[in-house]
């Protein structure tokens, strides 16, 4: 078994329950040193809405949204914060292009995955040059190598600078993005999880969910690494 993030072997003793179902025992997971870098949100310090931490209540960000999508419901679950050591994660991944890095949390994604049965899983597409640039989607790649099963619901239209080089200001006025990629009776009554690498001003997911809310789903729910 390898770590993957550093890539090292790991040597460990299994648990009982690994050495009954060999099966489920992966590949890759994240050696102890790669696991303790990152931050996990804890529910219960965190926004309700959105697992921003240090929140008590509806933060700031999702008193606006809820304000300007009066209508709907919205929930979002992230699994680490988003501090130095998941930044420094995510260059080497997405702007490094390092794709054995899509592993790195195989195992957290798949047993957070496990609360969304019966939900389509779709990840935020990148636009076609963004796509041959990098040479992959990173968020299908880190949701494929954790075995979950995505489906392409929408499709993005444009692309100009890149959103991480924007400030907050500049990212929330940023225009719709995204347009639909399937037939729209396929949405109505459906319960649709969208995915992204990172939550940082919440505009991409919301521009993405307000397409798929115009289509009669059952519910749209939200779901990052990052927050
Ligand atoms: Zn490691
Ligand atoms: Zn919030």
Redesign the pocket.
């Known amino acids: 078994m390898i770590c993957g993030y550093c890539q090292k072997v790991i040597l460990r003793n299994l648990t009982v329950k690994e050495i009954l179902f060999p099966w489920l025992l992966s590949d890759t997971e994240l050696c102890s040193q790669c696991l303790r870098q990152f931050t996990p949100i804890q529910k219960d310090q965190a926004?309700p809405?959105?697992m921003?931490s240090g929140?008590q209540d509806?933060?700031a960000?999702?008193q606006r949204w809820q304000k300007q999508y009066p209508q709907r419901q919205f929930f979002h679950q992230a699994l680490y914060q988003y501090d130095e050591a998941f930044a420094n994660w995510l260059k080497e991944y997405k702007f490094g292009g390092d794709y054995r890095l899509r592993r790195t949390f195989q195992q957290q994604v798949r047993v957070a995955l496990k609360g969304y049965r019966g939900f389509i899983i779709c990840p935020i597409p990148l636009s076609q040059s963004r796509y041959q640039e990098r040479g992959f989607n990173q968020t299908s790649a880190f949701l494929e190598a954790s075995g979950v099963k995505t489906h392409t619901l929408l499709r993005r239209s444009s692309h100009d600078s890149p959103q991480s080089k924007k400030n907050r200001q500049e990212r929330l006025a940023l225009p719709q993005p995204y347009v639909l990629a399937c037939s729209p009776e396929l949405l109505i009554g459906k319960k649709i999880l969208l995915v992204d690498d990172v939550y940082t001003t919440g505009r991409t997911l919301f521009h993405a969910a307000d397409i798929l809310w115009q289509h009669q789903p059952k519910e749209v729910r939200t779901f990052s690494l990052a927050r």
């Open positions: 926004c809405r959105c921003r929140e509806l933060c960000d999702c």
